[in-house]
């Protein structure tokens, strides 16, 4: 089953509204999980990094003040599209660590993604 | 220049066909190879996992890494239908936490 889950999977909103979106670790604890953003046919892009506990790191370009990241608990971290508008509209992943139960070592695992639409 | 290169496709072969994919890179600090694999509106799922150079098979899926070459590659054998997504390369160097990921190329297996 999935390990890190996220909600809602589909959300449309209005121009102006604001939506939050959760990336929860089902059987594992995270201090750290990634942000990604996702454009059709095109590949991910990493927003930001959020730290449980301490502030998120984001990447060159990413508005802090429009994509509020808050990683409250060990295994939640949410990202919030502030005021958004229909060019925010787009897939966004979150991932986290974990060690692979056949590798034993670490691997990047996804959540199945939140597909946003703003009106 | 990108850090990871991919040629986007897309790929169209028949069921049964082999399919072949790679990346190039030119960050020699590289050390783990992964391959993702994203059907349409799902989060990438992990295929394979390869570490430093070499080849590793799992199934009909065999993965191989050249870094003397900084080239990655994926085959996959006796390709289905439901093979049909869009595959990512990443890669990381050692004791780092931020994947590097291709544009990702979209195949599809024709029944």
């Known amino acids: 089953g999935a390990v890190v889950s996220q909600h809602p999977s589909w959300v449309i909103c209005k121009s102006g509204t604001s939506v939050k979106i959760e990336c929860r670790s089902l059987?594992?604890?995270?201090?750290?999980m990634f942000w990604y953003r996702q454009f059709p046919k095109q590949s991910l892009m990493l927003m930001a990094t959020?730290?449980?506990?301490?502030?998120?790191?984001?990447e060159q370009g990413v508005e802090k003040d429009k994509f509020l990241i808050n990683h409250a608990s060990l295994t939640l971290s949410t990202l919030t599209v502030t005021s958004a508008h229909p060019e925010d509209s787009s897939f966004y992943i979150c991932?986290?660590?974990?060690?692979?139960?056949?590798?034993?070592?670490?691997?990047?695992?996804f959540g199945a993604g939140s597909r946003l639409t703003v009106l | 220049q990108k850090e990871v290169e991919q040629d986007p496709g897309p790929l169209s072969v028949p069921e049964g066909a082999i399919v072949s994919l790679n990346c190039t890179y030119s960050?020699?600090?590289?050390?783990?190879f992964m391959w993702y694999r994203q059907y349409s509106r799902k989060g990438p799922e992990l295929l394979m996992y390869?570490?430093?150079?070499g080849n590793k098979e799992d199934g009909r899926f065999t993965a191989q890494v050249d870094k003397s070459s900084k080239y990655i590659s994926l085959f996959i054998r006796d390709s289905q239908p439901s093979d049909s997504a869009t595959y990512l390369c990443?890669?990381?160097?050692?004791?780092?936490?931020?994947?590097?990921f291709g544009a990702g190329t979209t195949v599809t297996v024709r029944a």
């Open positions: 059987d594992f604890q995270a201090t750290t």
């Open positions: 390869t570490y430093s150079s």
């Open positions: 959020s730290n449980e506990g301490s502030k998120a790191t984001y």
């Open positions: 960050n020699s600090a590289f050390q783990y």
């Open positions: 990443a890669m990381i160097p050692e004791n780092d936490y931020k994947l590097s």
């Open positions: 991932s986290a660590w974990r060690v692979g139960l056949s590798s034993g070592a670490n691997v990047l695992t």
